[in-house]
């Protein structure tokens, strides 16, 4: 059971006992974010996507992972955000091996449903096992999968920043990697969004070969799957 923490509104100086969220890490362990005890709590006036996400490392697995700030309502009126423990800089791991894989085979794409197809048979090939449609389709997800997400985006305009975060959401609702397939590519926002949430963004031609954009796709391609 996760313990309690006191705290003090900032406006009204009433102390509080308030009990620390707690979410399942893709690992399938419990993650309960950790509250600065002596920290400043502050008044919520506004919200901004970097104000309501927090960076917490998890105690079983040491994965890093974006997780809902912590907040509260005060009998006062005013809502209130709690501080986080900022998470320890983490030493740079070893690279991991690279994965052996056969040539690619790609699937030409002339229409929507052949540029889902294509990612699907790529996802494969990088090493997922079971990558598939969802029968009632979700807004903002083509593909999943045993720890996957995936958008493909066939569109002639490049994504952008809300198709980034919208499949973050469901891959965090799941504890599922989130991947992203676009033809047109990416606006600049929704490419640093995609950066900074680690998610692997790839960009695909007619032909049906995916070309990884970012830094996440790179170490997708050469490793695989987390749990691979």
Not at 49 to 71: A, F
Request: glycine share 8%.
């Amino acid at each position: 059971m996760t313990d309690s923490v006191p705290v003090r509104c900032p406006a009204c100086r009433r102390e509080q006992s308030f009990t620390p969220p707690t979410f399942p890490c893709s690992c399938g362990a419990p993650l309960t974010v950790p509250v600065l005890r002596d920290g400043a709590p502050e008044e919520i006036e506004h919200r901004t996507w970097q104000d309501i996400w927090v960076v917490v490392d998890c105690p079983s697995c040491g994965r890093q992972g974006h997780w809902p700030q912590p907040e509260f309502g005060c009998g006062c009126g005013v809502l209130v955000r709690v501080p986080v423990t900022p998470p320890l800089p983490a030493a740079a791991p070893p690279p991991a091996p690279a994965v052996a894989r056969p040539a690619f085979r790609p699937v030409t794409i002339r229409t929507a449903r052949d540029a889902v197809t294509a990612a699907a048979q790529y996802l494969k090939w990088l090493g997922f096992r079971d990558p598939r449609r969802p029968e009632d389709r979700e807004a903002g997800v083509d593909l999943y999968g045993t720890g996957l997400v995936a958008r493909v985006d066939p569109s002639t305009r490049p994504a952008g920043l809300r198709d980034i975060e919208c499949l973050w959401l469901h891959g965090l609702q799941r504890s599922a990697l989130s991947v992203f397939f676009s033809l047109a590519g990416y606006a600049r926002e929704a490419r640093a969004r995609g950066d900074a949430l680690h998610i692997p963004l790839f960009i695909m031609d007619l032909t049906g070969t995916p070309q990884p954009v970012n830094d996440p796709a790179d170490v997708l391609i050469r490793t695989g799957p987390p749990d691979g």
